[in-house]
Every structure is written in C-alpha cells, then in structure tokens.
C-alpha cells in the first residue's frame, strides 16, 4: 500500500520535469523587447538601415515634411493616426489581436510594439488613445534631443548587436590588449 503513492508521486515528478525539459527547449530563442529589424521590402529608400531602435520605424512615419525630425506636432498626429490605423472596428478602443495586427504592418518587426501588455497598464484587455499616446510619447522621450524637443531621424539607427558568447572565439576575453603589444593601441 505505501508503495503504490510512493510509485504515484514518482511518476509526477517524472511528468513536471518532461514539461520543464520541453519548455526549456522552446526557450533557447528568445527575442527580447526592442528589436526593430527593417523587413526588407520596406528598405527604401536606400540607406534605410536594417536595425532600427524600439519604434523607429513607427517614428519615420511620422515625419511627413521629410526633413529628417520629428516635432511634437508630428508625433502627435502620427500617434492619433496611428491609433485610428490600428482600430480597425472603430469601437475607439484596441484590443489584442488589432494591436499585433497593426505592429505587424508596420515597416519594422518590432516586439515592443506588438505587445499588447505593453500597452495596457491597468490589464483591462482594451487600450484606449490615452494609453496608446503615452506609450508612444514614453518612447519619443527617449530618442528626442535635449535642446530642440525634436527626434533626429538619423538618431533611430539601432547599434550593432553584440555577438553571443559562444559565437565569439574561445581565445576572445573581450578585453584589450596591453598598450605596446601587437593589437594594443
């Protein structure tokens, strides 16, 4: 009799750690928040850099004079009109599913954009203009000059991401070398 349970718990543990083991194999991929690649029909014109910052892409299609920043006028009413896009019932409200759809026709994959909690401060599965435009104002924060208020276009390219460490060789400590030897400065 005490076999049986102690067999059943067993066979449990057995059950949680096959899960676990799978799910840490799906997690090996994991695409962290900020990745603005450029899709490729969308690179013109040319000069279109591959990588853009979080929302950069979103950011350029604001700047409808084509001079190379974005004022707060422009955010504004790219925001509104970014909304509008992205409400394709018109209930004046987001859901879900409208805000991946909209993040993915946008010029860019990017994750920031496409999640929906993100987006959604209060968990109340809708996102209304106010909380669009903040988020979006939140981003435009952090690209947009000190002095001028404005988002330089050319400021939205996304640094080279740096290699994994297994990509790099074994001998590669990512330190310099001493100054006077071969490689050193």
């Known amino acids: 009799m005490i076999l049986r349970p102690i067999a059943l ?11 676990a083991a799978a799910q840490e194999a799906q997690d090996e991929i994991v695409r962290l928040p900020g990745q ?21 892409g979103l950011f350029l299609s604001f700047d409808t004079n084509g001079d190379g920043e974005i004022t707060r006028a422009e955010l504004e009413a790219g925001t509104k009109a970014a909304f509008r896009n992205a409400d394709t019932n018109g209930d004046g409200y987001l859901t879900a599913f409208e805000q991946i759809n909209w993040a993915e026709s946008l010029p860019t994959r990017d994750d920031s954009l ?9 968990l109340d599965r809708r996102v209304s203009p106010e909380e669009f435009e903040a988020v979006i104002a ?19 390219k996304a640094p080279k991401p740096r290699p994994e460490r297994d990509e790099r060789s074994p001998f590669d400590t990512g330190q310099r070398a001493p100054r006077g030897t071969p490689g050193g400065s």
């Open 138 to 156: 939140e981003l435009a924060d952090h690209y947009a000059e000190e002095t001028s208020d404005v988002i330089v276009i050319a400021s939205l």
């Open 36 to 56: 603005g690649f450029t899709k490729p029909e969308a690179r013109r014109p040319k000069g279109t850099p591959e990588r853009l910052v979080a929302g950069g």
């Open 9 to 19: 718990a067993g066979a449990l543990l057995i059950a949680a750690a096959v899960p």
């Open 114 to 122: 496409a999640n929906p909690v993100r987006f959604d401060p209060n």
